[in-house]
């Protein structure tokens, strides 16, 4: 009896892998270019994390996650946050109920856009923190409590936040607790001199192809994937290779390199090592790999640590961002000796 278990996760990372290519070339007939942003952004789908993403306004990020949600067959509901909202607009509050026959009045909960598979949080900087706080908390329990009554939010549950990146003045930036709940951090930049032409050229050809996006997974599908993808063997060196690149950003550690020490006010947590090896995984099923390797770990660092390191203002003053200290923890952390 212990083998069925085995033998049906066996088989839902063969079918990720096979069904992987299929998904991706329907997604790029919509979304032209931004290879990287899309293959993460699966990645963190099937693994079940939420995202931060970061680009200007008008990169089809809406569309992205939108098409994403159709391929997968999920529900999708897009919030746009605004300095006015509250709490009760996003999970959702009891209502007095009047009975047409009998007149009789009950509260009844009408649940928020909080109650989908995918939620985009957009513009999420613009709110206050309370209501940021009822996302955020929704986030880490997959649960929201209105009333006295705890109603738990359908699996898989996945929230894509986008912050505005060009408006600062009336904004609440997220702190740097709460950024840490968010599985990877991406940004969308703009497209190619020649993709951009195409996007120009046939707009309404790609319109078309998002009409006909077709579902390739379910949500009960997805959940048996993640806890796939959670057995996923990993060597020991891989282990060590991770841990060793979440505290080479620890400036008071001694394993961060000298080069970068001065630069940085916070490091990351082990949060970071956790999402580093599942991600890794998930990245090793969808080539078919058995097992994740150190370009795994390389390849999706910077998703990682890019929302989770907080430099200081040496760091600011010399012109130093966090791509720069991500890449030099790339080459100068060594990978542990295989035992």
Known sequence: MSDAPQIHESEALQRLANRYATLTEQIRKVIVGQHDVVEQLLVAFFCQGHTLIVGVPGLAK????????????????????????????IIGAELIHTDPNTGDRSLRFSPGPIFANIVLADEINRTPPKTQAALLEAMAERQVSVGGVTRKLNPPFLVVATPNPIEQEGTYPLPEAQLDRFMFGLR???????????????SEEIMANAERVQALFDGSELVALRKAIGKIPVSDHIVDYAVALTRATRPTDEACPEKIRPYIAWGAGPRAGQALLLAARCFAALEGAPTPNAQHI?????????????????????GIDVEQIIGTLIRDVRQPAYT
């Open 62 to 89: 809406t569309m992205l996650i939108h098409t994403l949600a159709q391929s997968l067959h999920l529900d999708f509901k897009r919030i746009q946050f605004t300095p006015d909202m509250m709490p009760s607009d």
């Open 188 to 202: 969308i930049g703009y497209p190619k001199p020649a993709e951009e032409r195409l996007i120009v050229s046939r």
């Open 298 to 318: 390389q390849r999706l660092l910077p998703a990682v640590l890019r929302h989770r390191l907080v430099l200081n203002y040496a760091a600011s003053a010399e």
